[in-house]
Every structure is written in C-alpha cells, then in structure tokens.
C-alpha cells in the first residue's frame, strides 16, 4: 500500500493524493482501504477511512477524537 492506496487502484495518483491529503479536514474514502483504524494524515485534518466507512461513522469519529472543522 502506497499512500493509503493501493498501486493497482483506480484512484490511486501521486499528485491527486498528495492534493487530497494536504487539503484540511478532507475525508478520504476508498474500496482498496484495507486498515481498521483511520489514518490521520499528516496535516493532523485530513482522514484515509477504512474501507466501508458511511459518512456518518467519519462524523462520529470525528466528534468522539475532537478532529471537526472549527465553526
């Protein structure tokens, strides 16, 4: 796995993740996810969610880590 995707996925593109996970409190959602866990990217916001991740399971997450967007 490369850069929470795998090489052989259709999203799978250097530059487009690197976009996605400097973007902040961006929720990155894929089939090729395979982990359990989310992973925090590294600008602390932005979140690769396991695969089979709803929206609302990212949101509850979110809330429970104290990782939403600031109002």
Do not use: K
Not at 33 to 52: D, F, K, L, Q, S
Request: charge should be negative.
């Amino acid at each position: 796995m490369y850069n929470h995707h795998d090489p052989d996925c259709p999203n799978f593109s250097e530059a487009g993740l690197a976009a996605a996970q400097d973007a902040h409190f961006n929720d990155i959602f894929c089939d090729c996810h395979r982990y359990v866990e989310p992973h925090v990217m590294p600008n602390g916001t932005a979140i690769a969610w396991p695969c089979g991740w709803s929206a609302e399971e990212a949101i509850a997450w979110r809330v429970a880590h104290d990782l939403c967007r600031p109002s």
